[in-house]
């Protein structure tokens, strides 16, 4: 229920920048002063709640890593960081609404209210782009995937000197599809997190690409 409550809200606004009713420019930075202060507040929890910064807070998850990415996204209007966003970023958090992975927390409804909200904010800030003007482009999903392996190759050098869980490389999260994922040991759920990946982006980019796309009258950044 309270993801489709969040989910509505946020159509709500994607629907008025798309009518191009409201100041692009204004809910935008609006949206990353909301996002920064959610995060914020997610990180100083977690020593609170007796879990360690290293190996639960560091940005080696993916939906983290889209955090700090969609925060300056949205503040400046990026275009490369709209890519990763709405090829990787956007899914991913779409994935974890769906399917919530929320840890222990001696304050269980403000930890999963923080987790869905965060998540639904970076789901739908590369909607809020898209309708201010940003368009995504082929080109990005190439470089999202090397970000991604790139992101994930850290992950591991991480979670094997730390003994973390980042990016759920060493253990699939309960309740979610990424458990039929591992169900034939490490080597095969690695491969087809990559087959994963490599499907999505690409079955976004034939979705939502579209060549010689307008612009809209304000340019964002590149």
């Not at 914020?40 to 998850?61: D, E, K």
């Not at 700090?68 to 779409?94: D, N, S, V």
């Not at 800030?125 to 992101?151: C, F, Q």
């Not at 990424?178 to 080597?187: I, P, Q, V, Y």
């Amino acid at each position: 229920m309270q993801q489709l409550a969040l989910c509505a809200a946020y159509l709500v606004i994607v629907h008025g920048l798309r009518r191009r009713g409201w100041n692009a420019r204004l809910v935008l930075r609006g949206a990353a002063v909301w996002l920064a202060a959610l995060a914020a507040l997610q990180i100083a929890l977690v020593p609170m709640q007796g879990a360690s910064i290293l190996l639960n807070a560091l940005p080696f998850h993916l939906c983290s890593f889209t955090v700090m990415l969609t925060i300056p996204m949205l503040w400046t209007r990026h275009e490369r960081l709209f890519q990763f966003c709405w090829f990787l970023g956007m899914p991913a958090a779409l994935t974890a609404l769906i399917f919530p992975a929320v840890g222990y927390s001696p304050w269980p409804r403000l930890a999963r209210w923080l987790f869905l909200t965060i998540h639904a904010t970076i789901t739908f800030a590369p909607l809020m782009m898209y309708a201010s003007g940003s368009r995504p482009k082929r080109g990005g999903v190439w470089t999202t995937l090397i970000i991604g392996n790139a992101m994930m190759i850290g992950a591991l050098i991480v979670n094997r000197a730390l003994g973390s869980n980042y990016m759920f490389l060493s253990s699939a999260p309960a309740g979610t599809p990424l458990t039929l994922l591992a169900a034939n040991g490490k080597a095969a759920y690695l491969a087809a997190l990559e087959c994963a990946a490599l499907l999505l982006t690409r079955a976004l980019s034939r979705l939502t690409v579209r060549d010689n796309q307008p612009r809209a009258l304000n340019e964002p950044r590149t």
